[in-house]
């Protein structure tokens, strides 16, 4: 008799609650994504005209209190505020999928936990390795670490609009995973002078905040001021400010507490906040951030060639195209290898390459890292901006071509994901909702 544990299978099917979520989420994120195009090609239009002069005088204008610390350009202010909006609504979504979600089963969780690690530490090394003896060059070997969900979602509704759910969720995951990797290398590696007291300050306000939530207080004028002293004390610390946005994202209950009803009285804050704040996240945040950060300056043919010898932009693209997909894919193969597990029949290693290019697609957070590493408007923070555009240009042709060669068959496993013959509203592919 066969005693042998049966074999795992990577990127099969979840239930059909959380393929659902997981669909609706990604129709909001293509929105944002279609708005960060418009935002980032009216920004390099703008930096690249006649009138590129008040471009930067725009970016560049002061606004704020000045006995807060708080006198910041509208640059500042995206990168610093409006981009805790979206790690706020990244730490939502994180604790979402780990506490309700299908990823709570750590073996559904460890694929796209340790394709994240590996998609962040092989393009930080193939980063170090171009950038060698370089001198400050290698403060940027964070920059190619990181993926930008919205833009990749949005160039996948373009090229394949029907890639198999399984593939979606882990895309999604691995990049929420990425976010919260990123912010912790910004907060550990970005901090250059750290002041406790606003830093306690700022952790004792995070605190009186997830006791408010926790008690299931939603009152907009009390919460709101507090995630505000939050993010200042937190700015006024040293620590990158968009790191308030993730703690007070993790202090949202993701279920109901038993006095509350339980699980089954409905859904808990975490998913009642993101549905409010996810559309200003994707809408208005990001695209906002994209504007004032990805106007560059290229100057023609000879200036985008002069910008990419620069070996921090060399590194850049090396890292976004070459190696998100190798340790994307690399992990992912190793977790198969070692783990015994198997792909899903329906799907190919092919897919894997597919999603792991879309991985490349880098931008939000690396441009951020940029600023952080070189300065905003440095020159290297320009060639930072080439080589984060260049980068994320190739490796979406590069997945464009893998996934289009793929379609017929998505566009089949589509068609099989619809299939509900037993009319209870539930594809027969799917697991079905426990209870």
């Not at 530490?121 to 400050?136: K, M, S």
């Not at 600023?371 to 320009?382: I, K, N, P």
């Given at each position: 008799?066969?005693?042998?544990?049966?074999?795992?299978?990577?990127f099969?099917?979840?239930s059909?609650?959380?393929t659902q979520?997981?669909?609706?989420?990604l129709?909001?994120?293509?929105?944002?994504?279609?708005?960060?195009?418009?935002?980032?090609?009216?920004?390099?239009?703008?930096?690249?005209?006649?009138?590129?002069?008040?471009?930067?005088?725009?970016?560049?204008?002061?606004v704020?209190?000045?006995?807060?610390?708080?006198?910041?350009?509208?640059?500042?202010w995206?990168?610093?505020?409006?981009?805790?909006?979206?790690?706020?609504?990244a730490?939502?979504?994180?604790?979402?999928?780990?506490?309700?979600?299908?990823?709570?089963?750590?073996?559904?969780?460890?694929?796209?936990?340790?394709?994240a690690?590996?998609?962040?530490a092989?393009?930080?090394?193939?980063?170090a390795?171009?950038?060698?003896?370089?001198?400050?060059?290698?403060?940027?070997?964070?920059?190619?670490?990181?993926?930008?969900?919205?833009?990749?979602?949005?160039?996948?509704?373009?090229?394949?609009?029907?890639?198999?759910?399984?593939?979606?969720?882990?895309?999604?995951?691995?990049?929420?995973?990425?976010d919260?990797?990123?912010?912790?290398?910004?907060?550990?590696?970005y901090?250059?002078?750290?002041?406790?007291?606003?830093?306690?300050?700022?952790?004792?306000?995070?605190?009186?905040?997830?006791v408010?939530?926790?008690?299931?207080?939603?009152?907009?004028?009390?919460?709101?001021?507090?995630?505000?002293?939050?993010?200042?004390?937190?700015?006024?610390?040293?620590?990158?400010?968009?790191?308030?946005?993730?703690?007070?994202?993790?202090?949202?209950?993701?279920?109901?507490?038993?006095?509350?009803?339980?699980?089954?009285?409905?859904?808990?804050?975490a998913?009642?906040?993101?549905?409010?704040?996810?559309?200003l996240?994707?809408?208005?945040a990001?695209?906002?951030?994209?504007?004032?950060?990805a106007?560059?300056?290229v100057?023609?043919?000879?200036?985008?060639?002069?910008?990419?010898?620069?070996?921090?932009?060399?590194?850049?693209?090396?890292g976004?195209?070459?190696?998100?997909?190798?340790?994307?894919?690399?992990?992912?193969?190793?977790?198969?290898?070692?783990?015994?597990?198997?792909?899903?029949?329906s799907?190919?290693?092919?897919?894997?390459?597919?999603?792991?290019?879309?991985?490349?697609?880098?931008?939000?957070?690396?441009?951020?890292?940029?600023?952080?590493?070189?300065?905003?408007?440095?020159?290297?923070?320009?060639?930072?901006?080439?080589?984060?555009?260049?980068?994320?240009?190739?490796?979406?042709?590069?997945?464009?071509?893998?996934?289009?060669?793929r379609?017929?068959?998505?566009?089949?496993?589509?068609?099989?994901?619809?299939?509900?013959?037993?009319?209870?509203?539930?594809?027969?592919?799917?697991?079905?909702?426990?209870?």
């Amino acid at each position: 008799m066969d005693t042998s544990t049966p074999r795992r299978t990577l990127f099969s099917r979840g239930s059909w609650t959380e393929t659902q979520r997981i669909t609706e989420l990604l129709r909001r994120e293509t929105v944002g994504g279609a708005l960060l195009v418009v935002a980032t090609v009216l920004a390099l239009t703008w930096a690249n005209s006649p009138a590129s002069g008040s471009y930067a005088g725009l970016r560049d204008t002061v606004v704020g209190p000045h006995a807060l610390h708080l006198d910041l350009s509208l640059g500042q202010w995206a990168a610093d505020g409006l981009l805790a909006i979206f790690f706020f609504t990244a730490g939502l979504e994180l604790k979402r999928e780990f506490v309700a979600g299908d990823l709570r089963d750590p073996r559904r969780a460890v694929v796209p936990v340790l394709a994240a690690v590996g998609g962040m530490a092989v393009p930080a090394a193939l980063f170090a390795v171009v950038n060698a003896g370089g001198g400050d060059a290698l403060r940027g070997w964070a920059i190619p670490t990181a993926t930008d969900i919205a833009f990749a979602v949005a160039v996948l509704a373009v090229v394949s609009s029907h890639l198999p759910t399984a593939l979606r969720t882990f895309l999604l995951t691995l990049a929420v995973v990425d976010d919260l990797l990123a912010i912790t290398i910004i907060a550990v590696f970005y901090t250059d002078q750290l002041s406790v007291g606003p830093l306690l300050g700022a952790v004792a306000v995070i605190a009186l905040f997830g006791v408010l939530v926790q008690r299931r207080v939603r009152t907009w004028w009390l919460l709101v001021p507090l995630a505000v002293v939050a993010w200042a004390l937190m700015h006024a610390s040293g620590v990158h400010a968009t790191v308030a946005g993730v703690l007070l994202g993790f202090t949202v209950p993701v279920l109901r507490s038993q006095a509350a009803g339980g699980p089954e009285a409905g859904p808990g804050l975490a998913e009642h906040f993101e549905h409010r704040w996810r559309p200003l996240s994707a809408g208005f945040a990001v695209p906002v951030f994209a504007f004032f950060s990805a106007g560059v300056t290229v100057g023609g043919l000879s200036g985008l060639v002069s910008a990419l010898q620069d070996r921090v932009a060399l590194g850049i693209v090396v890292g976004l195209v070459v190696g998100k997909a190798v340790g994307i894919l690399g992990a992912t193969a190793l977790v198969c290898r070692f783990t015994r597990a198997r792909l899903d029949s329906s799907l190919s290693w092919w897919d894997v390459l597919g999603a792991s290019l879309l991985g490349g697609i880098g931008f939000t957070v690396s441009l951020l890292i940029g600023e952080l590493a070189f300065g905003a408007g440095s020159l290297r923070d320009e060639h930072v901006k080439v080589g984060v555009l260049t980068g994320s240009l190739v490796a979406a042709a590069l997945a464009t071509v893998v996934l289009r060669l793929r379609n017929r068959t998505y566009r089949r496993l589509h068609e099989l994901e619809q299939v509900d013959e037993d009319g209870d509203g539930v594809p027969d592919v799917y697991q079905r909702p426990a209870g």
